[in-house]
C-alpha cells in the first residue's frame, strides 16, 4: 500500500507560478512511476505530467509542455510539480498517483494509488 499526500495548492493570478509536492508513504517510493493528473469542474480527468522512478524520463501532455516540470526526490520520498506561466484554464484539482508500472504512464487505469488532490485556481 501506499499513501500519497499532495500539498501546495492555492489561488493564483494568471502568469504566476506554484509548486505542488506529493509526499509518499508505505511501499518503496523507488519501485513506483509517478504522475501529476488533474480535473477541471465537468471534465474528465487528464494527464499532465509523468515520470519514471529512476527520474530518467518524463513525459508531459502538450498543454503544460515548456510550462510545468516534473521532478522527484527519492530521499525525500517526494515528487513535485513546478508549475509556471499558469493560465485560467489550468485551474483544477490536481491529482497525484502512483504506478508499478513504467509504460503508459498517461492513462489514469495504469496508476495503482492516488492522492486526494490539491486545488490549483488561477485568475485572469
Known amino acids: 500500500q501506499v499513501q500519497l499526500v499532495e500539498s501546495g495548492g492555492g489561488l493564483v493570478q494568471a502568469g504566476g507560478s506554484l509548486r505542488l509536492s506529493c509526499a509518499a508513504s508505505g511501499r518503496t517510493f523507488t519501485s513506483y512511476a509517478m504522475g501529476w493528473f488533474r480535473q477541471a469542474p465537468g471534465k474528465e480527468r487528464e494527464f499532465v505530467a509523468a515520470i519514471s522512478w529512476s527520474g530518467g524520463s518524463t513525459y508531459y501532455a502538450d498543454s503544460v509542455k515548456g510550462r510545468f516540470t516534473i521532478s522527484r526526490d527519492n530521499a525525500k520520498n517526494t515528487v513535485y510539480l513546478q508549475m509556471n506561466s499558469l493560465k485560467p484554464e489550468d485551474t483544477a484539482l490536481y491529482y497525484c498517483?502512483?504506478?508499478?508500472?513504467?509504460?503508459?504512464?498517461?492513462?489514469?487505469?495504469?496508476?495503482?494509488?492516488w492522492g486526494q488532490g490539491t486545488q490549483v485556481t488561477v485568475s485572469s
Open positions: 498517483a502512483a504506478a508499478s508500472h513504467q509504460y503508459g504512464l498517461w492513462v489514469s487505469l495504469t496508476y495503482d494509488y
